[in-house]
């Protein structure tokens, strides 16, 4: 069930990545965007799958409620007296009048269509962010801090997909850059802030977090931010004369792989009290591969080198050093992003071997 749940939910995210993308760009004038081909249909389907796809972390406890209630279960009722069943109607009714409007009315060619189209969907998006965890935690501050985080990825990489998949060319490149860069800046730098937010409310203990599923897929989420980084700063900076689409793409499928990391973590236990997750859980399974030992709840995480944390540290930076060599040598920004992917793995592994107990 954990992978359908991590799929669908990275689609979802994708889904709202073109939708507020999409209506952001035919907000702006011609002049200002480049020559793309973006399908109505894309628009209008992505409305519809996500009150699709927003229903489908309810099936579990559907199915649980109707094993426990037998005949007397109904999801009408359920859909309509419980929070959740509340929470996912009213954003399913708000998608489906997005996507009627979408499709009713040209927002390609209105300029306030596709304003009112834009407002519509970050509505939308804040009907998601009133779910997350960090609300659960914090009505308000948890609220915004994932909304700002939420919308940040959307806008940025919803411009990004969109342009790097669908530009027909280079036609108002240079125009388009000169916005779309401090756009991109000002996205990723309110996402960090966001995102370290986010870690105070759901993981204040981040190393501890690391012995649960959840927190280990937040350390791999941040060396993977990293990669991306990388890959924003060569299209940002070093390839900014020129349109250079498979290095767009590359980036792309980045930012992908980070969003089914983050569905993940979505769907598994928030480490907010790590000890009392180890209690009920125990450790991960990736954990517990590597040490094939017991974990008192009681023990706080400490790291120490040894020799194959070294060695992996030093086969890290071996895989930095021919990410270089990559784009030096003007080989493909998939090469550039396999051997990104390969030290992040590297990094990743020598951090949880390093792992040692720290009693308090």
Not at 187 to 198: E, S, V, Y
Request: glycine share 6%; proline share 3%; with cysteine.
């Amino acid at each position: 069930m954990i992978g359908l749940l991590t799929i669908t939910e990275a689609a979802l995210y994708v889904c709202f990545a073109i939708l507020i993308g999409g209506l952001f760009l035919y907000s702006l004038p011609e002049r200002m965007r480049p020559t793309y081909t973006l399908p109505t249909y894309l628009l209008t389907g992505s409305s519809l799958l996500i009150g699709l796809l927003s229903f489908v972390p309810l099936i579990s406890i559907v199915e649980f409620l109707a094993e426990q209630s037998g005949q007397q279960f109904s999801l009408f009722r359920f859909i309509l007296t419980s929070d959740m069943g509340i929470q996912w109607l009213t954003l399913c009714l708000a998608a489906i009048l997005l996507a009627v409007f979408t499709q009713l009315i040209d927002v390609k060619a209105s300029k306030g269509a596709a304003i009112t189209g834009f407002v519509w969907s970050l509505l939308l998006s804040v009907l998601i962010a009133w779910t997350s965890h960090a609300s659960s935690v914090d009505a308000i501050g948890g609220f915004l801090a994932h909304w700002i985080h939420f919308v940040g990825v959307c806008l940025w990489f919803g411009i990004l997909l969109i342009v790097s998949w669908l530009t027909t060319s280079e036609t108002r490149w240079n125009t388009f850059l000169n916005w779309y860069s401090p756009l991109a800046i000002g996205c990723m730098t309110a996402i960090t802030a966001a995102g370290l937010i986010l870690m105070e409310y759901i993981t204040p203990t981040y190393w501890d977090s690391w012995l649960l599923p959840y927190g280990q897929a937040l350390l791999l989420k941040h060396l993977l931010y990293a990669v991306l980084i990388s890959l924003a700063f060569i299209n940002g900076f070093l390839l900014r004369k020129r349109m250079h689409i498979k290095w767009l793409r590359a980036e792309t499928i980045i930012v992908v792989v980070i969003l089914l990391v983050t569905a993940f973590m979505t769907h598994s236990a928030s480490p907010r009290d790590v000890a009392q997750v180890l209690q009920t859980d125990g450790v991960s399974q990736w954990f517990d591969l590597l040490h094939q030992g017991n974990w008192s709840s009681n023990w706080r995480v400490g790291l120490a080198f040894n020799s194959y944390t070294i060695l992996l540290s030093f086969m890290a930076m071996l895989f930095i050093a021919l990410m270089v060599m990559a784009y030096q040598k003007k080989q493909s920004p998939f090469v550039f992003i396999t051997i990104g992917c390969l030290a992040v793995i590297t990094v990743f592994i020598a951090v949880l071997i390093s792992i040692v107990p720290a009693v308090v």
